[in-house]
Nanobody, 126 residues
Framework: QVQLVESGGGLVQAGDSLRLSCTAS????????HAWFRQAPGRDREFVAA????????YYADSVKGRFTISTDNAKSTIHLQMNSLKPEDTALYYC???????????????????WGQGTQVTVSS
């Protein structure tokens, strides 16, 4: 069973940067997607970014494109989310997830992901 552990969250000011990390144990082999989602209080969980590990293709939500970068370490057991130019609206609990069952059209949907971490809080003050 895949286990995911996030780290790197914190309290920052608007315009600052943070780097989140997610380490996977018992990482699946073959084709899978590794993604970040976030959820603010009272809101649905929303897609942030994903990487398809076989091809290395990356995908971003429009709200973070150009500010956030998803990357994978050489062993592919850890993904990072570099978040620059943070805004108060980026405040949320950030989750990493893995999908072994997705297709391209579902890569942005939480329902396509079958393993989730516990989340790390990011708070951006204005």
């Amino acid at each position: 069973q895949v286990q995911l552990v996030e780290s790197g969250g914190g309290l920052v000011q608007a315009g600052d940067s943070l780097r989140l990390s997610c380490t996977a144990s018992n990482r699946p082999s073959g084709r899978y997607a590794h993604a970040w989602f976030r959820q603010a209080p009272g809101r649905d969980r929303e897609f942030v970014a994903a990487v398809r590990q076989t091809a290395g293709h990356t995908y971003y939500a429009d709200s973070v494109k150009g500010r956030f970068t998803i990357s994978t370490d050489n062993a592919k057991s850890t993904i990072h989310l570099q978040m620059n130019s943070l805004k108060p609206e980026d405040t949320a609990l950030y989750y990493c997830a893995i999908s072994t069952t997705h297709i391209l059209s579902t890569i942005r949907l939480p329902s396509a992901y079958n393993s989730w971490g516990q989340g790390t809080q990011v708070t951006v003050s204005s």
